[in-house]
């Protein structure tokens, strides 16, 4: 998977909760959040794909042109 940068455009994101993840991760030195995208059962099956959050990075291998348009631009600079 390839990192991906700029910084978190979405606007639910909030100033004063960025990095409490990080914080709640800090005593699991070796932690991992894997996301795979699926497709609804009633949909067309999607491409595999998904996100791979470790140790403040994201790796993801997203074909953006198979997600809603509302989320395609969305981009992350750590966690």
């Known amino acids: 998977m390839a990192a991906d940068t ?3 455009s979405h606007p639910s994101r909030s100033r004063a909760r ?3 993840l ?9 932690w991992q959040i894997a996301v795979w995208i699926f497709a ?3 949909q067309p099956p999607l491409p595999r794909m998904g996100l791979l959050i470790s140790d403040g990075q994201v790796f993801h ?3 953006r042109e198979y997600l ?3 989320v ?3 981009t992350w600079e750590g966690i």
């Open 6 to 8: 700029g910084v978190c």
């Open 18 to 20: 960025r990095g409490a």
């Open 22 to 30: 990080k914080q709640v991760l800090n005593d699991f030195p070796a």
């Open 40 to 42: 609804l059962d009633t």
């Open 61 to 63: 291998d997203l074909k």
């Open 68 to 70: 809603p348009e509302e």
């Open 72 to 74: 395609r631009h969305i």
